[in-house]
């Protein structure tokens, strides 16, 4: 994993609210998007690498379904959290 614990606890105060509150829906798709961003960039060097591959899709999939959940609960949240994050939808 390329995000160090700092970098984690930074990006839940920004997306949380603050560090502790690491289970919000906004501070795990934030952490899903790094993650997926980091597994993109290996597999442009690495293109057989298919257990990253598939952890990729499995990752994309649950970052789908979390923010499914934030569109039916909050829209406005959901709308300001893929403009922030730079999720195309």
């Avoid at 920004?14 to 961003?37: C, D, M, P, V």
């Avoid at 298919?50 to 609960?73: D, E, I, P």
Wanted: hydrophobic share 30%.
């Amino acid at each position: 994993m390329h995000l160090t614990k700092e970098g984690k606890v930074e990006l839940f105060k920004t997306y949380g609210g603050s560090e502790k509150n690491t289970g919000s829906t906004e501070a795990q798709i934030a952490l899903f998007t790094q993650r997926i961003n980091f597994m993109s960039g290996h597999l442009k060097e690495n293109k057989k690498d298919h257990a990253t591959t598939r952890s990729l899709l499995k990752l994309v999939g649950k970052r789908r379904r979390l923010l499914n959940y934030l569109a039916k609960q909050d829209l406005n949240g959901y709308r300001s959290l893929i403009e922030k994050l730079g999720i195309r939808k």
